[in-house]
């Protein structure tokens, strides 16, 4: 398989705007915050065609709470870790992974952090998107691709909390 990179499409941020607003009618109070996450949140950088929406929830069991409302939006349960839980579905002809996790958890602080600091730094944006190519290049596998990012992707997190004073980059 290819990694899949195409140029920042200003209409992920519509599709992601009206799948947010579906999931917070799904989940009502349940779900404490919805955000766009990961690349296609990051206006003019190269992007994997999946919108990333992060939905924050104030306790990660029971499942059932999150699950029946994302299924009936036609979002399947696809992997659950300690302290992660991902759906994936599509909207419009595009892919999504809804990533379900408790506010306040590290991964959730992770995700927003690194792209408020990408939003914020078009450099370091620029950077990211060259490493993405780089890496696309080299590898066919999906998770081998997110793993040859994860320690730029720590770095520039860490680089945010320090930004910030911080110690959500840690």
Do not use: C
């Not at 993405?132 to 066919?140: M, V, W, Y």
């Amino acid at each position: 398989m290819v990694i899949q990179l195409l140029p920042h499409d200003p209409a992920w941020a519509g599709l992601y705007e009206t799948a947010a607003e579906e999931i917070r009618r799904a989940l009502g109070p349940r779900g404490l915050r919805v955000e766009h996450v990961g690349s296609t949140a990051v206006p003019g950088i190269v992007a994997k065609p999946t919108i990333d929406v992060l939905i924050l929830v104030e306790r990660y069991d029971p499942e059932a709470v999150y699950r029946s409302p994302l299924a009936s939006l036609g979002y399947t349960h696809h992997h659950r870790d300690d302290v992660h839980v991902l759906f994936k579905g599509s909207r419009g002809g595009v892919a999504f992974n809804v990533h379900v996790v408790e506010e306040g958890a590290a991964d959730a602080s992770m995700m927003i952090a690194f792209r408020d600091y990408l939003r914020s730094h078009p450099d370091e944006a620029r950077r990211y998107e060259e490493l993405k190519l780089a890496l696309a290049g080299r590898h066919s596998d999906a998770t081998a691709y997110a793993e040859a990012k994860s320690s730029y992707v720590r770095k520039v997190v860490r680089q945010a909390g320090s930004t910030r004073g911080d110690a959500a980059g840690t």
